[in-house]
Every structure is written in structure tokens, then in C-alpha cells.
């Protein structure tokens, strides 16, 4: 009803508009059916087969999970804005000319990802063509088998590498620059900037660093974006980094699902993590590395590992670092980023990573706070994404209605 709608001020395509949307219109129908921009691509509409990805603020999001309402006061980039755009232009070259698209129904959403893709790696060390596939495991293709697509991607990252250093840093710095204001941004594409824990914004901010440079992040296996937290934990510094330097397993199992079997002297750590998703479940074993920093408070807990049954693979890690209030207490910057593949792979896209990750952080500071409090927190048995989800649907009414 055209009483349920809403203004909202909105940048499409570089033009200012002012425009009406019911609440819960999502973008892909707004850009689609209001403005005519149809190059954007509806197919699962739930957020798995990237067809409607476009740019927010310069960073990838997929339109049928972004509400229009949601959107106000951003920019919003479809394939059709990116005509003149230079990267599009080397792209959609290299797409005809390495035979990347056949039917072209993914297409829009398929070059507004290798977009982000060319301009992360662009300049920087060469990667292979399995660190492309698992930057495109949010876009689904039916009709190429990805193999066109994937030297497509090489061919474009070959020629935008080969541009003046200037040009390269023009477009990474408006990128970044739109990234740090993103509100709704997209948990699996990386920002092209480093941002230091101890620089982090602001509390429940999303970062793209697990507190490593770029560089330190690939060295060590790490490329997933990271979503962090701060918040205050009522103990001194001294009682909680000695829980954390001398019980790192109990430190773990505040995360829901999380579990250490085993940890030697020298850091090495065997584990499970067990995840349920509905009527899907995994139980992933593997083993990871901890490491502390005594003199800066900080530590990593970093690992990987698979789960036989269903062929899913994860790689994460916890970044945590703590400094003292000035009443005494602790503040705690925990960061946590993952990387799922598989069959678990189609629930780590989209802007439901972000959520499900910031409800596991308020979790696991609740559980943490508990035990240190002497308390039994509660162990749940396997992380349960839906649950989460629930609860950050939750968290968000509740700051949609507080701002009305």
C-alpha cells in the first residue's frame, strides 16, 4: 500500500533519487522494477546464486538481501553505471575473448565480483586459479564450467597489473574509501585497505584484517574478511590475559560449537568445530596454531580443517587484543573471520555472514564474561547458524525501530 512506503534519498548510477519503497522491498526489485536498471539479474533470490550482485558504496552486496530502505543516503553502483568504468571495460574484453559467458544470465553479478577480485590483487603477487574459484564461489554459473570465466579473470588481473602505479592507487583509495563507510557491507569480499585492530572505528565495526597486514594475512592462508568487536569485560587486564596466555582452551569453547582436543607446548592445537545448519550438520576436525604477543596483549588463535561427510572445509581464525580501561577494567577487541567451502559454502555469502559473526562474537562475550565470573556458561554442543540468524534479526529491528 502506497501508505507503507517510505522516501528514500539514494544514489544510482552517479544520479541523485528520491524515491518511495515499502520496507521490505529489496534492492534487486527496487533497481529492477521501479528504476528499469534490469541488467541487475534476479534467480535464487536468497542470497546464494550472486546474480544481483552490485556495488554498495564500492563494495559488493547481493540486491535481493539488501533492503531499499536500508540503502538511504548510499551509492549504488548496477553493471549499467559501469560502462565507462575502466576495469569493467579490460574485463568484459577479456571475457569475449576468453569465452567467459554463454547464456549471460550471471554475467552482470559474474564482472561486478571479478571486478573486486582484479582490484584486490592487481600489482600485488600473482595467485593461482584456485584462490579466483573460491572468490567466486558466491556466483554461480550454469552454462561455462567456470573454466572461460577463471582465465578471463587472469587475462583482465594481467593487463590492470600492468597499469601505472598511479592509476591502480586512484582506484583502490575510492574504493577503500567507500568501504569504510559501508554500512551493510558483504562478509567474504575484502576491503583494499588495511585497517589496524588498534585503529578500529568503533565498537561492533567490521574491520578486513584479523590484526595482519595484507600481505601477513596471505602469507599465513588467512584472506577471508574478519568482523570485530570491542567491549569491556569487568576484570583487570592481568586476570584475563592470564586466562587467555595459560587456558586458551576454555578461552575457545566460549565460541559455540568450538572445541580444543589437544594443544602441545610449541602452540599446535587439534580440534572440532561443529556446525548445524537445519537439517544440515558438520562435525570439522582439523588443527591450527596459537600465538600470543606478552608485551602487546594480543594473540591468535588460526586454523583449518574438513568435514568428511559432506566434503566442507573451513579456515579461521580469533584475533584478540586487550588494553585496560581507565576504571581498571579490560577492553577486549575480538576479531573473527572464516572461510567456508563445500556443501556449507552456499551459507558464507552475503550480508548474513556479518550477522551470524557478530551474534557468535556477543556469544562468545558472554560465555567468556561468564566463566571468568566463575560461572558455568553454558556450552552449546554445535554452532547453529539459523539460531544466530534469528537473534541478529532480532538485534536489528531493534535498532531499526530505535531510530524511528
Not at 339 to 368: H, K, P, Y
Not at 385 to 394: E, G, K, P, T
Request: glycine share 8%; charged share 20%.
Amino acid at each position: 500500500m502506497a501508505a507503507d512506503r517510505q522516501p528514500v534519498q539514494i544514489m544510482v548510477n552517479g544520479l541523485a533519487r528520491s524515491e518511495l519503497a515499502e520496507p521490505r522491498r529489496h534492492l534487486a526489485d527496487f533497481l529492477r522494477e521501479d528504476l528499469h536498471l534490469t541488467g541487475t539479474h534476479l534467480g535464487c533470490e536468497q542470497g546464494v546464486c550472486g546474480a544481483c550482485v552490485v556495488l554498495r558504496n564500492g563494495v559488493p552486496v547481493r540486491a535481493c538481501l539488501a533492503y531499499t530502505v536500508a540503502c538511504a543516503d548510499t551509492e549504488i553502483l548496477t553493471i549499467e553505471g559501469l560502462d565507462e568504468d575502466a576495469v569493467m571495460q579490460t574485463l568484459r574484453a577479456a571475457f569475449t575473448a576468453e569465452h567467459g559467458l554463454q547464456c549471460g544470465f550471471c554475467t552482470p553479478g559474474m564482472l561486478v565480483t571479478a571486478r573486486d577480485i582484479v582490484l584486490r590483487h592487481a600489482g600485488r603477487p600473482a595467485i593461482d586459479d584456485q584462490v579466483i574459484r573460491v572468490a567466486l564461489s558466491g556466483n554461480l554459473c550454469r552454462c561455462t564450467g567456470y573454466n572461460g570465466i577463471v582465465k578471463a579473470i587472469r587475462r583482465a588481473l594481467g593487463e590492470v597489473s600492468a597499469w601505472p602505479e598511479p592509476e591502480l592507487a586512484r582506484f583502490r583509495t575510492s574504493t577503500a574509501q567507500a568501504s569504510s563507510h559501508n554500512g551493510l557491507q558483504s562478509g567474504e569480499f575484502d576491503a583494499l585497505s588495511s585497517i589496524p585492530l588498534a585503529q578500529s572505528p568503533s565498537d561492533n565495526s567490521r574491520v578486513d584484517t584479523d590484526g595482519l597486514s595484507t600481505g601477513e594475512r596471505e602469507e599465513a592462508g588467512n584472506t577471508a574478511p574478519g568482523i570485530n568487536s570491542t567491549f569491556v569485560l569487568r576484570h583487570p587486564l592481568e586476570t584475563v590475559w592470564k586466562v587467555i596466555r595459560h587456558d586458551i582452551a576454555t578461552v575457545v569453547a566460549c565460541l559455540p560449537g568450538a572445541d580444543i582436543t589437544s594443544i602441545s607446548k610449541d602452540g599446535r592445537i587439534e580440534g572440532l568445530f561443529v556446525v548445524s545448519m537445519g537439517p544440515v550438520a558438520a562435525k570439522i576436525a582439523g588443527e591450527g596454531q596459537v600465538t600470543y604477543d606478552d608485551s602487546a596483549f594480543t594473540g591468535l588463535v588460526k586454523g583449518e580443517g574438513k568435514d568428511k561427510r559432506s566434503d566442507s572445509r573451513a579456515h579461521g581464525a580469533l584475533h584478540f587484543q586487550l588494553s585496560e580501561t581507565a576504571d581498571a577494567h579490560t577492553r577486549m577487541t575480538a576479531t573473527i573471520s572464516f572461510e567456508l567451502t563445500g556443501m556449507l559454502a552456499q551459507f558464507s555469502r552475503g550480508g548474513m555472514v556479518d550477522a551470524v559473526v557478530r551474534s557468535l562474537i556477543e556469544q562468545f562475550r558472554l560465555n567468556f564474561e561468564a566463566r571468568l565470573n566463575g560461572e558455568v556458561a553454558p556450552q552449546a554442543k554445535s554452532l547453529s547458524v539459523f539460531r544466530l540468524m534469528i537473534v541478529a534479526c532480532r538485534h536489528w529491528l531493534k535498532r531499526l525501530f530505535s531510530r524511528r
